[in-house]
């Protein structure tokens, strides 16, 4: 990339030609939060009034704020003999209880020892891996001629092949592990584990450590049979995801008292990355649904999924010349490649009447034509769920459609970024103009969650009035998910010189992304909001 | 199938040149990972004079993890249930890689005459023996007798 590239992105602020009628709305909404222009993402998609708290975790912090915070206490607390590989043990044995294992150390020192599997009286700090000659190892029955063996003060000696197998398969219990021979209790430092790892698994034999202690594979084994075992840790059900949280308050939350008007209390928590779930039914965030619809709406899919099986058959065509579209990214407003036909991917209706007006593929419309009238009650139910159904999953898919496209699009800004550092040339971006990039990532796929289970939500109303309101606000909130995302596909799609176009683009729509973003999030809260108010005065009723 | 590891051909090798007293362990030829096994009651035990059948299975994991063995023959005892399993703790939390299907075999032989009514895991077995120990030991007789003489008298 040359120099000239980059020098007025920050002036540019040329947009694409969207039609858009946000503009009067983005000014009201910054004086209602001009307090913070991040607010809405650091705070949950969740009614305003919650009872719910919750702390965020991953292994590494967990093992070193639960852990190895008391492993430190310990140390400083100097017992006698000890070292701190010593203590370590003796703590996981004590299961990190460590006034047990002070007063267990002054009671009886040498049955605390014995009992944890450390050598009495205690020994020096000692290297147990060692590399020797001529060895026959009675695990696996092999003779080296060189190898490289563990050893523990017992001077039981297998092969370091053996005693990584070994561990390997013992550490999914969490606990201390032992020397393998089978009478011998003496316990396998949680360092050495990391070095037989190290060595086996990088073929190398330097012994170097490279996991710090709070990443060490016995304690993180431990720390997940500990988060698996307590009722108040849930993992996180995003996929991939390795973080975890802890329910510190919530509402009282029993199924049988269950107040079904109240979605306030529904135990909406989020992860370490930002993933927001639902604590009690271990599901991504349905709100505005309440657990029960979800569960009842989740059966309703399976049992009856062979009978939508068509519809994937029914939406890969263009409506006006038929030829088949490939849908890439999460935008729902297509164009056809042959026929340049503008549609919407939802309902297969013209694209240009969702655009100004009211977003009509919301709203079931039970037209009751002449045609209509013949068909049979049951027809009609089908068609109901039908409709609601194949929403639901579009935003599913779409979801799936904007992660792509936007990890393509953060990855390369993120690229941009690097090779302008290492380039010592005047850097016209800072990490802190593209913040507004992960922001904006959540933001999307947060409103298109929402989205997704307002259709689950809809197909359980009753109806009433104020049904009106809740699909014009998720029109309202549908329009803005679908231009947002419609900005991105587009920065991808018509990027024809590369990565710094992509930039370029980026850079070019930042006021647009920002200004989306926040209306999302705003859009989003009006319509959980709005459900909260509604279904708790009696006002919207579940068809149960 | 992959290629025996050396500790299986060892081990297999010592139980044929070097057998246990009492105890026997063929591997079958087409799976050498299977052992058809036959145990001695201990002389001093109900099951004197009857002659066990068991199989044993080495997974694929195997010493790393301990074999799969199962009694054949219909036995009454507290820690052997009516699918033969066996409630013993080296084939469980306290399996080593260090230890042998020899050293198992022996474990296995030792329950039989040391039956462990409080770490059952045939209940009702359990049950009776904790009751009136005297009575089962003369069902165990009846049983060997019936079970694990049966065979050779044939
Ligand atoms: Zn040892
Ligand atoms: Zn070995
Ligand atoms: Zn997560
Ligand atoms: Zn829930």
Same mark, same amino acid.
């Given at each position: ?48 009034? /919650? ?27 100097? %017992? ?9 043990? %003796?703590?996981?044995?004590?299961? *990190? ?31 147990h891996l060692k590399s020797t000659t001529s060895f026959d190892c009675s695990v696996c029955c092999e003779s080296y001629?060189q190898v490289m063996v563990y050893e523990l003060s017992c001077s039981h000696r297998y092969c370091l092949f053996c005693y990584h197998h070994y561990i390997y398969n013992e ?6 592990i032992h020397c393998i021979q089978p009478d011998c209790a003496l316990t396998i430092?949680?360092?050495d584990i990391?070095k037989i790892f190290?060595i086996v ?9 490279? @996991? ?19 009722? /108040? ?27 079904? &008007? ?24 349905? %709100?505005?649904?309440?657990? *029960?619809?979800?569960?009842? *709406? ?11 099986? *068509? ?26 490649? @042959? ?53 639901? $999953? ?32 005047? $850097? ?55 231009? %947002? ?7 991808? $799609? ?9 930039? @370029? ?20 809260? /009006? ?13 919207? &009723?579940?068809?149960? | 199938?992959?290629?025996?590891p050396k500790r299986?051909?060892k ?5 044929? =040149? ?25 002389? =001093? =035990? ?16 195997y010493p790393m993890c ?29 399996w080593s890689p260090a230890l042998q ?5 022996? =474990? ?47």
């Open positions: 990339m040359s120099d000239s590239d980059d020098h007025d992105e920050d002036h540019e602020y040329q947009s694409f030609e969207f039609e858009s009628d946000y503009e009067d709305e983005y000014f009201d909404n910054q004086s209602e939060n001009s307090s913070s222009s991040t607010r809405s993402h650091n705070e949950r998609v969740s009614p305003s009034k /919650t009872s719910t708290s919750f702390n965020e975790w991953t292994l590494p912090k967990f093992i070193l704020t639960v852990f190895l915070d008391k492993y430190q206490k310990l140390k400083d607390s100097k %017992l006698g003999g000890c070292t701190d590989d010593d203590l370590l043990i %003796l703590l996981h044995y004590k299961r *990190w209880q460590a006034d047990e294992v002070i007063n267990d150390f002054f009671d009886n020192p040498k049955k605390l020892f014995e009992q944890a599997g450390l050598p009495v009286p205690p020994q020096k700090s000692a290297n001629k550490l999914s219990t969490g606990k201390l430092p949680h360092g990391d190290d698994e990088h073929d190398s034999s330097i012994i170097k450590i490279t @996991k710090p202690l709070n990443e060490n594979r016995l304690l993180v084994a431990s720390a997940k049979i500990f988060v698996d075992s307590q009722s /108040t840790y849930k993992w996180c059900p995003a996929p991939d995801c390795k973080g975890f949280t802890e329910l510190v308050s919530s509402a009282t939350f029993d199924e049988a008292t269950l107040d079904y &008007k109240d979605i306030s209390i529904i135990p909406i928590v989020r992860c370490a990355e930002s993933h927001e779930f639902c604590f009690s039914c271990n599901y991504e965030n349905h %709100l505005p649904c309440p657990c *029960w619809v979800v569960k009842k *709406w989740i059966k309703k899919c399976q049992d009856d999924s062979e009978t939508i099986n *068509w519809i994937d058959a029914n939406t890969s065509a263009c409506p006006n010349c038929l030829s088949s579209i490939e849908k890439n990214g999460g935008c729902n407003h297509m164009t056809c490649k @042959k026929c340049h036909h503008e549609f919407c991917w939802v309902c297969l209706g013209n694209w240009s009447e969702h655009n100004n007006s009211y977003y009509k593929c919301n709203k079931f419309e039970q037209d009751m034509s002449e045609i209509e009238m013949k068909k049979s009650k049951s027809r009609l139910t089908l068609q109901r769920y039908l409709h609601f159904y194949k929403r639901f $999953t579009i935003h599913e898919s779409s979801m799936q459609g904007d992660l792509k496209v936007l990890k393509q699009i953060n990855n390369v800004a993120v690229m941009y970024l690097e090779s302008r550092r290492k380039d010592s040339s005047v $850097t016209s971006l800072a990490w802190s103009d593209i913040q507004f990039l992960p922001d904006a990532i959540r933001a999307l796929s947060n409103g298109r969650k929402t989205l997704k289970w307002t259709y689950c939500f809809a197909y359980y109303l009753m109806d009433s009035n104020f049904q009106e309101i809740f699909e014009s606000n998720q029109d309202y909130l549908n329009r803005t998910v679908e231009d %947002l995302s419609e900005i991105f596909e587009k920065i991808t $799609t018509t990027s024809t010189k590369g990565d710094s176009d992509i930039v @370029k683009l980026i850079m070019k729509n930042k006021t647009k992304i920002i200004n989306l973003s926040n209306t999302i999030s705003l859009r989003q809260k /009006t319509l959980i909001d709005g459900a909260y108010h509604n279904l708790k005065e009696g006002l919207m &009723k579940f068809d149960a | 199938m992959a290629a025996l299986i051909i081990e297999t090798e010592r139980l044929v =040149s070097d057998p246990v007293p009492g105890i026997t362990a063929t591997p079958l030829e087409e799976n050498l990972r299977y052992f058809e096994v036959t145990i001695d009651g201990p002389s =001093s =035990s109900p099951y004197a004079g009857g002659v066990f059948q068991l199989e044993l299975y080495l997974p694929d994991d301990a074999p799969k063995v199962r009694f054949l023959t219909k036995i009454y005892h507290p820690n052997i249930d009516k699918l033969g399993r066996i409630c013993l703790d080296v084939l469980k939390d306290n299907i020899r050293t198992i075999l022996l =474990s296995i032989q030792a329950l039989l005459g040391a039956p462990n009514p409080d770490d059952p895991l045939a209940n009702d077995v359990a049950e009776d023996w904790k009751k009136d120990e005297k009575k089962a030991i003369e069902v165990a007789k009846e049983w060997t007798v019936r079970f694990a003489k049966a065979k050779l008298e044939e």
